[in-house]
């Protein structure tokens, strides 16, 4: 088992940054991609970026030059910087993360973005 905790969610203003954190605790060993999926009200879950073991990084599209991942394999973390945030980026903000085939879901952090 894989237990994770996402951090550093808050109210932004238009144009700000937040980093997102995600730790991952138990089972960690061996652990394959790590990602970040949001969820805004009355919208399904979507994909935001995602880091492969290997160093390879994915992003949706829409956030490409706005959002970097980065992953601290030694202390087993995932952060999303996101910079010049706009209000549609309101969401919860889940860490995933893969191992053995099976996914694993933190419990989300709410980032707000609001004058």
């Known amino acids: 088992q894989v237990q994770l905790v996402e951090s550093g969610g808050g109210l932004v203003q238009p144009g700000g940054s937040l980093r997102l954190s995600c730790a991952a605790s138990?089972?960690?060993?061996?652990?394959?991609?790590m990602a970040w999926y949001r969820q805004a009200p009355g919208k399904q879950r979507e994909f935001v970026a995602m880091?492969?073991?290997?160093?390879?990084?994915y992003y949706a599209n829409s956030l490409k030059g706005r959002f970097t991942i980065s992953r601290d394999n030694a202390k087993n973390t995932v952060q999303l910087q996101m910079n010049s945030l706009k209000p549609e980026d309101t969401a919860v903000y889940y860490c995933?993360?893969?191992?053995?085939?099976?996914?694993?879901w933190g419990q989300g952090t709410q980032v707000t973005v609001s004058p």
């Open positions: 880091t492969l073991s290997g160093g390879g990084t």
């Open positions: 995933n993360v893969n191992k053995d085939r099976s996914d694993y």
């Open positions: 138990g089972s960690v060993f061996g652990l394959d991609h």
